[in-house]
C-alpha cells in the first residue's frame, strides 16, 4: 500500500483542547509529516468535560460531554483540506480495563458525516473486550518515530500528559517480534497539578512551573505514594486518570506551590521506578506531552540515571505527537493491522482494533485494503 495522508486527532487527559496533525503514512513507516493545529477548550468546555470525569454512557453530564467534544473537533478538523482519512480519539471520561470497559465520548460515524471524509474511531474497546488494558495505544507510532529519527539501541519515549506513559523501544526489532516494545503508564502526571493549578490560581496549568518552583516537596508523602498497590504492579498496566486522587489527598492538603512540587517529585519518582522495570535501561529518554514544557519536571527528569531530552532534540514534534499516532492508526486500522500487542497493553494476542465510519459516496477514495467497515482482528502472539 502506497503511503496516504491521515489526519489524527487527540483530546488528552489533561482537558486543555485538541491536538490535530497530518501524517502521510502506510502504518508501517513515516513517509513525511504535514499540517498541524489546536482548538483550545473553553472554561467552560472544561468544566462540562471535568463534570462528565468517571461517567459512562447514559449517565448524567456525559450527552452535554459529548457534544462539547464533538463540536470541537469539527471546528478543528475541517480546517485540513485533502486527507484522505481521520483517526479520531475522542475524550476519555471512564476507563476500567478490570471490568473489560472503556468510555470514550465522541461520536466518529458523526464526524465522518460532517467532514465527509472517512474516520477510524472507538480505537480501545477491542483491546478491552479481549482482556488487555487499553492503554497505552501510541507505542506502534512510537516504534515507526524510533526508526524514523535512525536510532539502533534501546530507546524510550515518555508523555507527559495528564497521566504519565512510556514505551520502550528496540529499534533494531520488527515491531510485532517479541522484545520489539514494552508500554505502560508511569504514574500521575500533569493532571494533579493542572487540577491544583485551577482550583488556586484559575489557570488551566502551571505555566512554566513557576508554583512548583516556589514550594519545596515534601519526601515523606512522595515515599508514601510511590508505596501505592500500582507499582507493584508488572507492566504492561494502565492507569484511569483520577486513579491517585484519594492516595494523594495528604500531597493536595499542602500548600499550593508545595503541592506542587511534591508532585513533580512524584512524577520524577514514577518515571524512575518504571525505568527498572524496562528490559533494559533506554540509551535516551525522550519526553514529549505538556509535561516537558514544564521546567519544574525536566529539571527533576535530569536526576535520573538516563540521557533525558524533550523529543524536539530528535527533530519530532511534542505538541503533536499523539495526534500523529491517531493518524498512523487510523491507517493500520484500514490496513488491517495491529493496533496493539500482548507487550503494549496486555491483551494475550496482538489485536488490530477501531471501528471505520464513511459519509455516504466516499468509498471509492479509499485503497482497496481498507473496504471493511470495523474491525476486530486477532492475530496470534508469537
Known sequence: MEPIRALGAMSGTSMDGVDAAEL?????????????????????????IAAAMGRWPGEAGVAQAAE????????????FKGVQVVGFHGQTLAHDPAGRRTHQVGDGALLAEVLQTPVVWDFRTSDVTLGGEGAPLAPAFHHACARHIGAVQPI?????????????????RAMED????????????????NDLCMDWLGQPFDRDGALAREGCAAPDLVAQLMHHTYFYRMPPKSLDRDAFRQAGAAIDALPPSHAA??????????????????????????VTGGGRLNPAIMDA????TVDVAPIEDVGLNGDMLEAQAFAFLAVRVLRGLPTSFPETTGVKARVGGGQVSRPDGVLDSLPTTARHTSSRRVTKAR
Not at 524510550?156 to 533494531?172: E, H, K, R, S, Y
Not at 518515571?271 to 525522550?286: D, E, F, N, S
Open 24 to 48: 502521510l503514512t502506510d502504518g508501517e513507516t513515516i513517509a513525511g509529516f504535514g499540517a498541524s493545529d489546536y482548538q483550545e477548550y473553553t472554561a467552560t468546555d472544561r468544566a462540562v
Open 68 to 79: 462539547v467534544v464533538e463540536t470541537a473537533h469539527a471546528r478543528l478538523l475541517s480546517r
Open 156 to 172: 524510550a519515549i515518555l508523555n507527559l500528559g495528564g497521566v504519565g506513559n512510556l514505551t520502550w523501544i528496540d529499534p533494531a
Open 178 to 193: 517479541d522484545g520489539a516494545l514494552l508500554a505502560f503508564d508511569t504514574g500521575p502526571a500533569n493532571a494533579p497539578i
Open 261 to 286: 512540587a511534591t508532585w513533580v517529585a512524584v512524577i520524577a519518582a514514577s518515571v524512575g521506578h518504571a525505568l527498572t522495570q524496562c528490559p533494559t535501561m533506554p540509551t535516551r529518554l525522550l
Open 301 to 304: 527528569l535530569t536526576a535520573l
